[in-house]
């Protein structure tokens, strides 16, 4: 069974850091297409970080372009995603998730079929 569980959110200003983590187990990480996703209000899911099977292809949501790095530790089977320069419309609960087959790949969320408890982040001054 996968369980994917992440953390680290909490309160920030804007313009600060936040690096969320994602400790997956059933699954492992370094060898298995992963993403993050964010939730605000409603059941609307938008993706925000991909990362392949290998970890040779990364894409990002045009929002946080050049802003948050998905990356992962494959001995600590722990996905990552680095949030710089926070903005309040960044403002979400955050999740990670996996596909429903390791080699599948893509920028569209509905791919994206195991995800667990998500990690609340806020950002205002």
């Known amino acids: 069974e996968v369980q994917l569980v992440a953390s680290g959110g909490g309160l920030v200003q804007p313009g600060g850091s936040l690096r969320l983590s994602c400790a997956a187990s059933?699954?492992?990480?370094?060898?298995?297409?992963m993403c993050w996703f964010r939730q605000t209000s409603g059941p609307v899911r938008e993706g925000v970080a991909f990362i392949n099977r290998d970890g040779e292809t990364t894409d990002y949501a045009d929002s946080v372009k050049g802003r948050f790095t998905i990356s992962r530790d494959n001995e600590k089977n722990t996905l990552y995603l680095q949030m710089n320069n926070l903005k309040p419309e960044d403002t979400a609960v955050y999740f990670c998730?996996?596909?429903?087959?390791?080699?599948?790949?893509?920028?569209?969320?509905?791919?994206?079929?195991?995800w667990g408890q998500g990690t609340q982040v806020t950002v205002s001054s």
């Open positions: 998730a996996a596909p429903p087959r390791r080699w599948l790949y893509s920028t569209d969320i509905e791919t994206y079929v195991h």
């Open positions: 059933g699954l492992t990480v370094g060898d298995w297409s």
